[in-house]
């Protein structure tokens, strides 16, 4: 039983792929529909530097999942890009000492901007760039700030803060069920030992996934670790046909049209003599 829950911390662990924090995205409304942008348009401009020292920053407006310290709300007005209202998160006491989070308007931000200001908001002229967004159920997700992707998605190709061309996409999950179920498969599976200095407890190994044109598994690279050379001519080929038997458990999704396959590490574990 320890063994097992070793094996399980330790694959929760190289699953991990990044040590940053998921960020909350801006929001936007676009083609009658509420979508999640995953830019930032106020960070690209001189004024930023200004509004992030004025007043409408507090210490309690800041948490992990929001570095920058606020939420924009963003509208697609004529094909501009219309800054309509920005908020942040702030906690407060209630009448029962519970302490809650609420939302507060910052209204500094539209002084500070003042030059690019309309009579439905702030224009985001400054924005030359192609910016996704993306709404519907959470296909991928990296712990990493806007690393992740949605089941509707739509590049917004923007000059001078005017939307010229939209693509959309739907993304979609092509076969496998999650790596970390592929990766508990692998680790309950049998592989020889033999060959192996009774020294060697556990590696690491790193596979990327090769993918035909129709998304299914093709081939993999890996890459070991804490294997000597030697170790690892005797090591692949069994981890290679490791690997193959649970190819139809892989993830693999179509993202913006394309076939994409994350890279993990998992560990292998020697298991103890009776």
């Known amino acids: 039983m ?33 979508w999640s942008m995953f830019y930032c348009p106020l960070d690209m401009v001189e004024q930023s530097e200004e509004w992030h020292r004025s007043n ?4 309690d407006s ?12 963003w509208s697609i007005i004529n094909n501009k890009l219309i800054l309509t209202k920005v908020v942040r998160e702030k906690s407060t006491i209630d009448s029962l000492n519970r302490s809650r989070s609420v939302y507060v308007e910052m209204s500094h931000v539209f002084k500070c901007y003042s030059k690019y200001a309309t009579p439905k908001g702030i224009f985001a002229s400054w924005v030359n760039d192609t910016i996704r967004i993306g709404r519907g159920r959470l296909i991928r997700y990296n712990h990493m700030a806007f690393d992740r992707n949605q089941e509707e998605e739509a590049l917004l190709i923007i000059k001078k803060g005017i939307v010229t061309k939209v693509k959309y996409f739907h993304n979609r999950i092509v076969q496998g069920h999650s790596m970390r179920d592929f990766g508990k498969a692998i680790v309950h599976d049998s592989i020889s030992w033999d060959g192996i200095s009774d020294n060697v407890k556990r590696f690491l190994f790193r596979m990327k996934v090769n993918h035909d044109e129709n998304g299914h598994v093709d081939s993999f690279d890996l890459k070991f670790y804490k294997l000597t050379p030697e170790q690892e001519i005797i090591m692949k080929p069994r981890i290679l046909e490791l690997v193959s038997r649970h190819r139809n458990d892989i993830l693999v999704m179509q993202i913006l049209d394309k076939y994409v ?14």
């Open 2 to 34: 320890k063994k097992m829950l070793f094996i399980f911390i330790l694959l929760s662990f190289v699953l991990m792929k990044g040590h940053a924090t998921g960020q909350v995205s801006e929001l936007l409304s676009f083609d009658d529909k509420s």
């Open 56 to 59: 409408d920053f507090e210490k």
């Open 62 to 73: 800041w948490n992990t999942g929001c570095w920058r310290g606020y939420i924009g709300h």
């Open 261 to 274: 396959t994350e890279t993990y590490t998992f560990p292998i574990v020697r298991p103890k003599k009776d």
